[in-house]
Nanobody
Framework: VQLQASGGGLVQPGGSLRLSCAAS???????MGWFRQAPGKEREFVAT????????NYADSVKGRFIISRANTKNTMYLQMSSLKPEDTAVYYC??????????????????WGQGTQVTVSS
């Protein structure tokens, strides 16, 4: 499956953005996740969502501010980001996994990756 992330941009602190991840194939076969990589830092887990029951898992740094969701009929996944902070600035990547331990957020468990979309939080 091919993934394409979109929706990034420049937003002021406290603002909101919604990222989308469009897939070329059926995402219902995969657990999905969002990751991010800030300049000079390693890529980190943001959130994951189960392929069918919708159960989610979040990094502590985004819990309560970000919401991951998916629309399998549209082969699309979303990340609603609110109360954005400068430290949320990063390139955000979407990914797909068939590994049963996907919820751990370990990026090696994700086989397919999108190209990334830049999110910049700055006044």
């Amino acid at each position: 499956v091919q993934l394409q992330a979109s929706g990034g941009g420049l937003v002021q602190p406290g603002g909101s953005l919604r990222l989308s991840c469009a897939a070329s194939g059926r995402i219902s076969n995969y657990h999905m996740g969002w990751f991010r990589q800030a300049p000079g830092k390693e890529r980190e887990f943001v959130a994951t969502i189960h392929r069918s029951d919708g159960s989610t898992n979040y990094a502590d740094s985004v819990k309560g501010r970000f919401i991951i969701s998916r629309a399998n009929t549209k082969n699309t996944m979303y990340l609603q980001m609110s109360s954005l902070k400068p430290e949320d600035t990063a390139v955000y990547y979407c990914a797909a996994s068939s590994n049963v331990q996907y919820y751990s957020g370990r990026d090696s468990f994700f086989k397919f990756w999108g190209q990334g979309t830049q999110v910049t939080v700055s006044s």
